[in-house]
C-alpha cells in the first residue's frame, strides 16, 4: 500500500524504511529458520534484505524447505554453508548445533508453516532447527504462512497462543489470495517488511535513548459502570498497545503498562497494573507520571461516565432509558501539563473522518510531543490485527504503512526513541 493512500492525504513516500530510521551499532547475527511452506521461495529475498540492512544470516532449513528452494540459492545470497542436519558428523564434532544456538543474536522462522508452529508449541527437538530454538536463548520472531483455514483452526489458533505466552513475536500473517487458490489470512509478510520489522527491533535495543529509560504506557479500553451489569465501553483490543509494551521493552525501556480490561497476556518483563475506570486509569498514571521518562497515552479513554451508576440492576420498564453523562478527566492532558518531572508525551488519535486535521489539533491543544494517528471504522483500528499510522511532532511528520500491528508497534518505537533522543540533546 502506498502512503498517499492511507488516509486520503498526499504522501512522498511509497514505502517506509524502518530500518533507516536507526542505525544499528553492530551487525545482528540472524539465524533464519525455513520450513517447508510454498512461501518458502520468498525466502532469498528475504535474505538478501536482511543482509543489505547489515545482518549476518545463517539459514537452517527444514527437509520439506528443500523442496520449495534450493539449500545453494540460499547459501549463494547470505555467504554461508546452509545446515538442515541435526546429525552431521562433520558438524556435530564439538557439539556444533549448541555453538550455533549460542551464534546466533536473533531467531526468525519464515515461512512458519502450520506443522512446524505446532511442533515448536510442543516443545519438540525432532530435527535442527527445532533443536536450535530449545537450545537458545535469543528472541525468537515467527512469520506464519499458510491456508487461510489452516491458519483459523482452533488447533493452530491454540498453539500460536502458546506461542505468544512463551515470548515468541509473530509478524503477521497477512490477508489476501493464497497459492491454492483461496483468499483470506495466511500469507506470509513480504520480505523487505519482515527485514524492516526485525531490524528496527535490534536497532531500537542498541539505542542510547532508551536503554534504562521508564516508559509508563496505558493500553486497551475503560468501563463505565452503569450498573452492576453494564457499562459504557469501546471497542479497543489493546492489541496496539501491548504490541507497543512489547516493542518498547525490547528496545531497552523499563515499561509499566496501565491496562484496562483485555483478554490479552502481559508482555514478558512488563510490569502491568490493571485498571477498570477512566478515574481509575487516570489515579494510576498520575502517580507514576513523574517518575517515567515517556508516557504513551495508547489507551482508548471513555470521554464520559455515567453521572450516578445505579446500585442495583436497572430493570426493563419503560420503552427508553435516558443517561446522564459527565466528563471524564483527561489523562493525556493532565500528564502533559505537569511543570515539574513532566514525560515526554506522546497520544493517539483515533478518527472516522479528518484524521490529520483531528490529530494535529489535539498535538497543538493539550500541549503533546508526538501523536500517532489512525483511521478506524470498517474494519480497520480497533480489534483488527492490521494498523496504519500517521506520525506527527512540532515541525515534523512520517507515514506508517498498513502493516500487522507487532511489525507497526516495532516501526513507531524506533520513531518514539529517535524523537525522545532529539528533545535531550538540545
Request: some cysteine; proline content about 6%.
Given at each position: 500500500?502506498?502512503?498517499?493512500?492511507?488516509?486520503?492525504?498526499?504522501?512522498?513516500?511509497?514505502?517506509?524504511?524502518?530500518?533507516?530510521?536507526?542505525?544499528?551499532?553492530?551487525?545482528?547475527?540472524?539465524?533464519?529458520?525455513?520450513?517447508?511452506?510454498?512461501?518458502?521461495?520468498?525466502?532469498?529475498?528475504?535474505?538478501?534484505?536482511?543482509?543489505?540492512?547489515?545482518?549476518?544470516?545463517?539459514?537452517?532449513?527444514?527437509?520439506?524447505?528443500?523442496?520449495?528452494?534450493?539449500?545453494?540459492?540460499?547459501?549463494?545470497?547470505?555467504?554461508?554453508?546452509?545446515?538442515?542436519?541435526?546429525?552431521?558428523?562433520?558438524?556435530?564434532?564439538?557439539?556444533?548445533?549448541?555453538?550455533?544456538?549460542?551464534?546466533?543474536?536473533?531467531?526468525?522462522?519464515?515461512?512458519?508453516?502450520?506443522?512446524?508452529?505446532?511442533?515448536?508449541?510442543?516443545?519438540?527437538?525432532?530435527?535442527?532447527?527445532?533443536?536450535?530454538?530449545?537450545?537458545?536463548?535469543?528472541?525468537?520472531?515467527?512469520?506464519?504462512?499458510?491456508?487461510?483455514?489452516?491458519?483459523?483452526?482452533?488447533?493452530?489458533?491454540?498453539?500460536?497462543?502458546?506461542?505468544?505466552?512463551?515470548?515468541?513475536?509473530?509478524?503477521?500473517?497477512?490477508?489476501?489470495?493464497?497459492?491454492?487458490?483461496?483468499?483470506?489470512?495466511?500469507?506470509?509478510?513480504?520480505?523487505?517488511?519482515?527485514?524492516?520489522?526485525?531490524?528496527?527491533?535490534?536497532?531500537?535495543?542498541?539505542?542510547?535513548?532508551?536503554?534504562?529509560?521508564?516508559?509508563?504506557?496505558?493500553?486497551?479500553?475503560?468501563?463505565?459502570?452503569?450498573?452492576?451489569?453494564?457499562?459504557?465501553?469501546?471497542?479497543?483490543?489493546?492489541?496496539?498497545?501491548y504490541a507497543l509494551a512489547a516493542a518498547l521493552r525490547r528496545?531497552?525501556?523499563?515499561?509499566?503498562?496501565?491496562?484496562?480490561?483485555?483478554?490479552?497476556?502481559?508482555?514478558?518483563?512488563?510490569?502491568?497494573?490493571?485498571?477498570?475506570?477512566?478515574?481509575?486509569?487516570?489515579?494510576?498514571?498520575?502517580?507514576?507520571?513523574?517518575?517515567?521518562?515517556?508516557?504513551?497515552?495508547?489507551?482508548?479513554?471513555?470521554?464520559?461516565?455515567?453521572?450516578?451508576?445505579?446500585?442495583?440492576?436497572?430493570?426493563?420498564?419503560?420503552?427508553?432509558?435516558?443517561?446522564?453523562?459527565?466528563?471524564?478527566?483527561?489523562?493525556?492532558?493532565?500528564?502533559?501539563?505537569?511543570?515539574?518531572?513532566?514525560?515526554?508525551?506522546?497520544?493517539?488519535?483515533?478518527?472516522?473522518?479528518?484524521?490529520?486535521?483531528?490529530?494535529?489539533?489535539?498535538?497543538?491543544?493539550?500541549?503533546?510531543?508526538?501523536?500517532?494517528?489512525?483511521?478506524?471504522?470498517?474494519?480497520?483500528?480497533?480489534?483488527?490485527?492490521?494498523?496504519?499510522?500517521?506520525?506527527?511532532?512540532?515541525?515534523?511528520?512520517?507515514?506508517?504503512?498498513?502493516?500487522?500491528?507487532?511489525?507497526?508497534?516495532?516501526?513507531?518505537?524506533?520513531?518514539?526513541?529517535?524523537?525522545?533522543?532529539?528533545?535531550?540533546?538540545?
Amino acid at each position: 500500500m502506498e502512503c498517499a493512500t492511507i488516509f486520503g492525504v498526499s504522501m512522498e513516500c511509497p514505502r517506509v524504511n524502518v530500518a533507516s530510521t536507526v542505525s544499528v551499532e553492530k551487525s545482528q547475527k540472524i539465524l533464519l529458520g525455513v520450513s517447508g511452506g510454498i512461501a518458502a521461495y520468498k525466502c532469498p529475498e528475504l535474505v538478501r534484505r536482511l543482509v543489505e540492512r547489515g545482518a549476518t544470516v545463517q539459514v537452517v532449513m527444514t527437509e520439506a524447505a528443500a523442496s520449495f528452494v534450493t539449500p545453494l540459492s540460499l547459501q549463494a545470497v547470505s555467504g554461508r554453508p546452509v545446515r538442515s542436519a541435526l546429525l552431521d558428523p562433520r558438524a556435530e564434532a564439538g557439539m556444533d548445533h549448541i555453538a550455533l544456538a549460542r551464534w546466533a543474536d536473533q531467531i526468525l522462522i519464515a515461512p512458519a508453516t502450520a506443522h512446524l508452529i505446532a511442533r515448536l508449541a510442543c516443545g519438540l527437538a525432532d530435527d535442527l532447527l527445532t533443536t536450535l530454538v530449545l537450545a537458545s536463548t535469543a528472541p525468537v520472531t515467527v512469520a506464519p504462512a499458510m491456508n487461510q483455514q489452516m491458519w483459523q483452526h482452533p488447533a493452530t489458533v491454540a498453539n500460536v497462543e502458546t506461542l505468544r505466552r512463551r515470548g515468541y513475536r509473530l509478524l503477521g500473517p497477512a490477508a489476501g489470495a493464497q497459492a491454492c487458490g483461496e483468499t483470506g489470512p495466511g500469507r506470509m509478510l513480504e520480505p523487505a517488511d519482515i527485514a524492516d520489522a526485525l531490524l528496527a527491533d535490534a536497532a531500537a535495543g542498541t539505542s542510547a535513548a532508551l536503554a534504562g529509560r521508564h516508559v509508563l504506557l496505558t493500553a486497551g479500553p475503560t468501563r463505565e459502570a452503569i450498573d452492576p451489569v453494564r457499562y459504557v465501553g469501546n471497542r479497543s483490543s489493546g492489541k496496539m498497545g501491548y504490541a507497543l509494551a512489547a516493542a518498547l521493552r525490547r528496545a531497552g525501556a523499563e515499561v509499566t503498562l496501565v491496562s484496562g480490561p483485555t483478554a490479552l497476556p502481559a508482555p514478558a518483563g512488563v510490569t502491568r497494573i490493571d485498571v477498570e475506570t477512566a478515574a481509575e486509569m487516570h489515579a494510576a498514571v498520575m502517580a507514576r507520571a513523574r517518575d517515567a521518562a515517556i508516557f504513551v497515552a495508547a489507551a482508548a479513554v471513555a470521554d464520559y461516565r455515567p453521572a450516578a451508576p445505579h446500585p442495583g440492576k436497572l430493570k426493563k420498564h419503560a420503552d427508553t432509558l435516558t443517561l446522564e453523562l459527565v466528563r471524564n478527566p483527561d489523562i493525556l492532558a493532565d500528564v502533559a501539563a505537569l511543570t515539574a518531572d513532566r514525560p515526554f508525551t506522546v497520544g493517539f488519535a483515533a478518527e472516522t473522518d479528518d484524521v490529520e486535521a483531528h490529530a494535529l489539533a489535539k498535538l497543538h491543544n493539550k500541549g503533546l510531543d508526538m501523536i500517532a494517528a489512525n483511521r478506524v471504522g470498517s474494519g480497520v483500528g480497533f480489534e483488527a490485527d492490521d494498523n496504519a499510522l500517521l506520525v506527527f511532532w512540532h515541525g515534523g511528520r512520517h507515514a506508517l504503512p498498513m502493516m500487522p500491528k507487532p511489525a507497526l508497534a516495532e516501526a513507531l518505537t524506533a520513531l518514539i526513541a529517535d524523537r525522545y533522543a532529539a528533545s535531550t540533546s538540545g
